[in-house]
Structures are given as C-alpha cells and as structure tokens.
C-alpha cells in the first residue's frame, strides 16, 4: 500500500507586515570559471540575497574566504581554488538567513581566466587574448562577441566554446574563425561531441592575427547566455577509439579529428570503482574539458573487417564483454559473435550518443543461423538498449547498424554486455514540474517542514529503510520506510528552538532487503540544468547528498488535533488543524494537506482567517480507499488574496477517490515563505463498523413511499445519528431521520414530485451522521437499493403499500378474479 500525494507549493506576491523566511534565488554567476590554484571573485545576482551565510560547494577543493550582501539583489564571494581541485563543473548552493537557493555551477579550468571586454563587437574591437586562455562572458541579445590572437605558420589552434555544459542556459552558439586576411577558415554550429557547444581545430596556413567570433544561433540572448571561449594550442579530437577500455589495464587509444591529424595515445585506466575522466594531452598542452571515455570490469574486443555479414564473425567470445567498432561508411553493418548458456540474462547496451559521437544505433540480436531474436532502436538515453534471455546454449550475434544509414571516421560506438544490476538510489523528486522547487531542507528554527524523499528501484523489490547521517545540530527527523512498490515518502524534518542557524550537505541512504541480498545504496540526485522538449534534460549535474539548512524562526506553527476514531471508508471525518501566530503576524493562512492515504481526498486548501486559529477539514475516502494505518501531515503558510478551498464532496463519491475526468489542481510555485508542517499523526482508515441493506420500493410519480433500511452493527454506536437518503433522483425528498446508536432499522418517508421523471434509480446509499469523540464522522452504507417511479395507477401493491412484482401482479389480480366468481 503506499500514498498518493498531492504536491502544493505556495506563491507569495505580496509584502507582509512580518518578516518572515525567505530562500534566495540565484538568477546569474560571474564569471562562470576559476583558474586551477587562483583566485576568484564572483557576482551572483538574483532576489531575496540579504543576508549571505555561505556557499554550499558539493565537491571539494574550493574554499569561500569572503562572503558579502552587497543588496538584496547582490552578493560577492571570494573563493580560493585548490591546485588540486578537479577540472570541470563544480556544483554549490548559496545560503542565507533564510534558506538555500538553486543549484549554480562554477568551471574550474587550468588555464587562466579572463572577463570578456565590454566593447568586442566587431572585428576591429576584437578583444586581444594571450594562447591557452579562458574566457568568461555573456552572449546578450544579438551580441557577436570578438577576440583575437596570434599566431604562427603551422601553429595549432583550437577554440571550443563552453555554453550549454556549463548549466546557466541554452546558449546555442556558433564559432567562426577568421584568418589575417579576413576570410573565413572554420565556422562550427553543432558538434557530435558536445552538442551545441562547437569547437574548431585548424592549424594556422600563414602568420599574422586570427580572430575568433562567438554568437547564438538564432541571435538571442541574456544574462543567462553565459560561455566559456578556450582558446590556445590544446589538443581538440573529434573522436576516439575505442572508446572505452578494462578498468586497471593499459590501453592504446587513437585519436581522430584533431588539426594534427590522427594520433596514437597509451592510457592507463583505473581500478573499476574509480572516477575517470580522460583529458587529451600531447606536447602542445592539455585540453581545458574531458572526452567522454567508458571503463569497465571486463574485456575489450575491438571490431576487425570484414564483419559486414554474421559468417564473418571470429570465434565466439564469453560475456561479460565489451564490443568496440566504427561504421566507417554509409550503410556499414558490424557484427559481433559471443557465448550464452540457456537462461543468461543479459544487458546489452549501447554507447554512442552518450560518448559524442554521431551514430544513432540500431541493436539486434541474432541467433547463430542468423535469424534476428531482439531488437532495440532507442531507449531514454538515446542509444539503444535491450535485456535479453538466451532460449538455449550456443553461439549468438551483435548486429551493430545506423539508423540514417550514414557512416564514417569518427561514427565510433560500444556495446556492452553485462549482468543486470541491481542497486536503488535515493532522490529528491520534483514537487513542481520543470522547478528545483523544495528539493532541499529549510527549517525554520523551533519549527517543522514537510519534503520528499523518493527511491529509484534498479532490478529489485522489496521495502526500502532510508537513514540519514551528518545532520546539522539541532535537527531531527524519522525517515522511515518507503514501501514495496512505492517510491515516494513524506518526511517531516524538525530544528529545536535552540538550534544554529547553518546546514550541511546530508548523506541518504537506502537499504533494501531483496531475498537473501541486503541492497544499498545513497543519494543521487539527477537536476536538470537546461531543459529540452516535455520532461527531457539538454544538461544536467548529479548531487550526492541533500542540503538541510536551519532558518530564522518562522511567525507561524501548525497541528493537528489528533484523530479520535478512524476514518471509514465510503464515508467522511472531520478533522481540526490549528494554527499560532507570532508577533505581529496577522496573514489569512493557507493549509493543504500534501499527503493523503490512497483513495482519500481533502479540500485542495482550506484558508484560516486573520482572527481565526483553527479550521475543521473533512476528509473524505472513497469505497475504495486502502485500510490502514496512514501518517497525516498538515502544511501551512501565506494564504494568496482569493484562495479558496476545493471541497472534496463535490467530486462525489464514485469509489476511485480521484477528480471527475478533466478536472486538474492548481499548480503553484513556492516563492516566498517557507511552508511550516505539523507533526505526523497516525491515521487509521477503516472498513465502517456498520452495514447496511435499503429495501427496493416501488412508487407512482406524486406519491410517497416508505423506505426501509436495515442496519447491522457488531456493537452499538455511541451517541445519536442523524440518517440521511442520498442518492435521490430529481425532485425527490427524504426529511433526515434521527436514530439511536443502537438502531436495527431506520424509515424514510421518500415523497416523488409529480413531474418526477420514471424509472428504476439504483444510486440510493444511507448516510448516518454522528459525533464520535468530538469527531464528526459521516458512514455511507446500504449502496445497492433502488427506488423505481411509475407513472400514476402503473404500480400495484399489496395490502401493507408494498410495490408488487409483475409476477406477484398477476397472482394478485387471478386471486381476485377467482373471489368474484364466488
């Protein structure tokens, strides 16, 4: 059984008398880049930045030494770079008094940074640039950004353009390059390798000034247009091969589409455990970002011709393995021979669009007479994918084709075969589509919040047990168990009143007790930096721990009372939310409930007023609603202007819980302060401790009818009920009928209008209403009767009013006639 959870964020678009906790947000960084073992000063601009605290840097070798507010929309840090800090892309987060932002990116490059001119936008203005340089600057609007260096006959030169790596934007650029003479040697749109950021290798046909031009694609722009220009004598290829190797071993790798012309490299691999990155080096420099490079725990089999047809193939080979080729021309077609034994589950997997090159695979597995046993075209990843069961021992085939039927030098790819595996992660799940909205722990001091933790499942089943480790002081939280064939899990986060205001980056972890195996695994948080087409991600960067942070106090606590009997299903209760305020904090509040047990509905939100500090809300569970014990939280925070609760009673009961077909929830951003949460009450959703059986009855259209309902309850009720009919058809009146607890039956006196339409109705359920505990519970029962309406003189019955059946009709009506002849 799991939760369906109904995810509320808050928008705040006004100004409120108290100050309250707000989490900054960070709209732009400057520069993008710091140098290896240097300085760096950044800008970063945004909202709500008041108050600086510290930069959260999820990767080591970068130290903030001077943090300062400049505004509220400004804040400056110094940062000191590690000469061993690692090159590429570093992740942080800045937080404040009040809460953490967005995740922002940083490069840390070896060669040395430089801010782009403010006046380059022409060949005549190009900024001047020394060899082996970083450029950091911002593509506006229409912007063509120039620079220029020397250099001599022969000499290499590469320029690759950071844009869209680097997480800010979509800055889709082109890269041109011009000789001395004007005229242009290279223009580069889009690359295999990196995608839209190009790249250009060329060496130089005579001596003099080369000038370098950067521009957007389609000539937009702004202040999150951020690249990097390297610029220098670096190695640049296209292509490598193969493009991957056996972890702890030493390959030979060639290099291809560098200026220089194809190269041969020796490269020793890590142990499989260990993170790699491959940078191209020869004696000219290195390059300034890493070439995608798979290693693996098994061997290597690079392709060898001819291999166009599956007869060509060499000797068999066991898995796992490693299978390394080229279509080397349009229509090429590669095959690969390896082992299985019947039963071999296998995961064949290809690598292409994920190490840059141009292939668009097409996988198929043959059997050994050639006859195709599985195919695979795409996967989510762009390359395709297949898991296979071997039907019988023997010898199977790679078949290895492009999609387009295109080819050549640099169309490298890799196919792994490989035991499943298993494993699960732990992530924080977006609350609001396309928003990196609450995916971190801001907890105001003295005070609760509500987030979300969810598992990805890798090839197991089973209940996962998350932890957490490192909290920072003063805070607390019981994360419990996300159940077999769930993955989501509300979690309520507390910081004692005496709690530091500061945070940490948090290690999660899951276990998972699949069979006789013990399955673990940590946080992996996938953020999308730049957005494709839907729900897809141009670029992304993966977290490794979550941010907690603890916050000013906030003016505003929320619980609940808790519930005194269980909420039956096909039926209601009334539950009572209570609010306190602080100071002088005299806001209207919105409460919402973001997680309800399955089948369960609540008002969308309900609203307290200014002079108010307690709500009643009813939650309503449909005939279908899982029985159990279910936590109930509360969320509550600024109410919008003309807020107003959906109340679940208007969906009507229809057994699935759920809105009627197009209806949809309001979706919502959470700027502003930050939602506080009650504790977590333990709820009971139960079967109702009552049955019932309404009697059909029969009546003509402007006439009443009894209504029976008998009642069966193991035990009395406590208290009085007030029985209600619904389910009426139009036009049709029942007065509300006051019963004991203890009551075996109930009768409605059901009065049908005269304009009352005819017909069999079959909607009729009882509704007893009563007061349990200071509760009011509402049970719903006796679904099944019917009430049919004739036209008048259509309705015969007997001597008690009772309608009769046809058959009864007839025996009735021979029974009379029989009497009259006597």
Known sequence: MGLRFLFTTITLGWLCATAVATPPSVESVS??????????????????????????????????????SKSENEVVATLQVAAECKIGLHAFRLRTLGGVSEVQTLAITRFPVVAEAHDHGSPDTAQRLELNTTVSGVIESGDRDYYAVTLKKGQRLTAEVEGVRLGAGLTDTIITVFGPDGKTLASVDDT???????????????????????????SSGGSNHAYLLHIGTFPRPAAI????????????????????????????????DAAFEFFPTDQHGTAPTAHPFRVSPFANVNEAEPNDDFRQTKAAVAWPVAFNGIISKKGDVDHFRFHAQKGDTIDVQAYAYRIGTPVDTVLEILDSSGQRIAINDDDATHDSALRLT????????????DKRQQGGPNYIYRIELDHPKRGLAVFAPERLRKSQDRQVIAIPRGNRVTAYLAVRRDDITGPVALSASELPTGVKVELGTIPDGEYLLPVVWEATADAPLGGKLVPIRGTCRDGNNTIT?????????????????????????????????????????????????????????????KNDFTEPVEVTFPALPPGVEAPTAVVIPPEK????????????????????????????????????????????????????????????????????????????????????????????????????????????????????????????VEIAGDAKTVEFTVTIDATTPPGEYRTLVCELMGNIAGQKVVYRVGRGGWLKIDAPGAVQTDATGKPLSPLEALRQQEKLRQQEKK
């Open 31 to 68: 520069p993008s880049a710091g140098q290896r073992g240097g300085s760096v000063t950044l800008t970063l601009r945004g909202a709500r930045l008041s108050g600086a605290q510290e930069l959260m840097f999820y990767s080591s070798g970068i130290t903030c030494t001077r943090l300062e």
């Open 241 to 272: 091969f193969p493009p991957g190797g056996p972890a702890g071993t030493e390959v030979t790798l060639t290099l291809l589409g560098d200026a220089t012309g194809e190269q041969t490299t020796q490269l020793r691999l890590p142990k499989a």
């Open 521 to 581: 695994g940590g946080f992996v948080h996938e953020v999308p930096l730049v957005r494709g087409p839907g729900d897809s991600a141009i670029q992304s960067i993966v977290l490794d721990r979550l941010a907690v942070v603890v916050v000013e106090e906030s003016p505003l606590h929320v619980s609940l009372v808790p519930p005194t009997t269980p909420l039956p299903t096909d039926g209601t209760l009334d539950i009572t939310v209570r609010i306190q305020r």
């Open 192 to 218: 295999a390798l990196f995608r839209q950021d190009p790249f250009v290798s060329l060496l130089a046909p005579s001596e003099g000034t080369y000038t370098i031009e950067v521009r957007d694609t389609t």
């Open 613 to 736: 500090t307690e709500a009643v809300v009813t939650l309503v569970a449909s005939a279908a609603a899982d029985v159990g014990d279910w936590k109930l939280i509360a969320e509550a925070t600024i109410a919008r202007p003309g807020r107003a609760g959906r109340d679940p009673l208007l969906i009507g009961m229809n057994g699935l819980g759920t809105p009627p077909s197009g209806s949809r929830r309001p979706r919502r951003s959470s700027e502003g302060m930050i939602p506080v949460a009650s504790e977590a009450r333990t709820i009971q959703v139960a079967l109702p401790p009552i049955q019932a059986v309404i009697q059909n009855a029969s009546c003509a259209q402007g006439q009443s009818v009894k209504v029976l309902c008998k009642l069966d309850t193991n035990s009395p009720l406590p208290g009085r009920f007030t029985a209600k009919l619904d389910g009426l058809p139009p036009r049709v009146t029942a007065p509300p």
């Open 390 to 401: 071997i039907p019988t021992d023997g010898d199977y085939i790679v078949r290895v084709s």
